[in-house]
């Protein structure tokens, strides 16, 4: 079913109902000008006034208390003039040479890409975003409203971070820099234009698609995100493994611990260098279902010494590499070496 398309105009009453003045943004190819708005009907006048031309962009967030011209005279947007996040962006652009537009094809994968995120971002029980193409690449947007402060803006790093890490790819990039404060957005139904405008690499018209009942993203659901990523970063220390009672004779310090979980069909894909998002053989004793893409299980390659394991489910959370290999109970079979006391 084709989905219908909204216009710039309501995307602009989104905008003003949440921020109450938004700034407009014009670089006509040599030179930027701003402008700052409190009424959306004159902002869009200057951008059909100024839309021939060149790349048009909005602010995303709630600026604090300002006098504003209503006209294009103005300093752009800082991260320090704003006192409230109402927009949490996201932007999936496909690899491509600088200084040119995208491809059918690449942004076809864009697109795929950024549906993904979306299906992961439901399954944890966040609304249904704005969607959008920019021209380029492809966005998911959500609303919010988050006072900016420290507490903030760790949250934001780490759910940023930790989602790169899952959704960036070599041929489609997520970028962790829209997160801050002052962010300014490509002006949905404006025409992106960077480079020159060729068959296959064309200037094309950004779109947009905003939901009838446009829901926020609680402050809840944001904190629980952040958390669950910052406990990835933190590689649990893991207890004196060699000490506890583990059934079998491999030297698991060579165990090739990604095969062994793809073999009980328990992996689901690499994350970052030594470490992968794995199903927790666990998994059905969790309370709260994980998410199809993982990333609430992880396990490490061994470097020196084990490898590792670690479920993020507070049922698991005693539970390491040797009660796995005690479950399961063929991982001799995966190691590369026999264990051998010193």
């Known amino acids: 079913m084709k989905v219908k398309l909204n216009t710039t105009a309501d995307y602009l009453d989104w905008a003003f109902r949440d921020a109450g003045i938004v700034e407009l943004r014009h670089h006509d190819g040599r030179h930027w ?3 700052w708005f409190d009424r959306p009907e004159l902002l869009l006048q200057e951008a059909r006034r100024r839309s021939g031309v060149g790349n048009l962009y909005t602010s995303l967030n709630a600026p604090k208390p300002r006098s504003v011209s209503n006209a294009m005279s103005g300093k752009p947007v800082r991260d320090d003039d704003i006192g409230w996040i109402v927009r949490l962006p996201f932007d999936f652009d496909p690899e491509r040479p600088t200084g040119c537009c995208s491809t059918d094809k690449e942004l076809a994968l864009a697109c795929e890409r950024r549906d993904r995120f979306v299906d992961a971002m439901l399954s ?3 609304p249904m975003p704005l969607r959008s193409k920019s021209g380029n690449g492809y ?14 803006k760790q949250m ?23 997160r801050n404060a002052g962010r ?4 949905y139904g404006s025409v992106n234009r960077k480079g020159p405008n060729k068959p296959d690499r064309p200037h094309r018209r950004s779109t947009v698609w905003i939901p009838r009942n446009w829901e926020q993203v609680s402050p809840q659901q944001i904190e629980k995100l952040a958390n669950h990523y910052a406990r990835q970063t933190q590689r649990p220390k893991p207890r004196n493994q060699n000490a506890q009672p583990v059934n079998g004779k491999g030297d698991y310090s060579s165990l090739d611990i990604a095969a062994w979980f793809m073999s009980h069909g328990l992996y689901i894909r690499h994350i970052e260098e030594n470490k992968h998002a794995v199903r927790c053989p666990w998994q059905a004793d969790h309370t709260t279902a994980s998410p199809d893409h993982g990333g609430d299980t992880i396990i490490y390659e ?25 479950l399961l109970g063929d991982a001799d079979q995966f190691c590369s ?3 051998r006391a010193s």
């Open 33 to 35: 000008v701003t402008g």
């Open 124 to 126: 944890l029980g966040w």
């Open 139 to 152: 966005h998911g947007v959500y609303r919010t409203r988050l006072p900016v402060n420290a507490e903030t």
């Open 156 to 178: 934001l790093k780490a759910i940023y971070h930790g989602l790169y890490k899952e959704f960036d790819n070599p041929e489609v990039s997520f970028d962790r820099s829209v």
């Open 184 to 187: 300014i957005f490509r002006l």
């Open 302 to 326: 061994p470097d020196d010494g084990w490898a590792g394991f670690y479920c993020h489910h507070k049922h698991c959370e005693d539970r390491q590499l040797q009660d796995v290999v005690n």
């Open 337 to 339: 070496q026999e264990w």
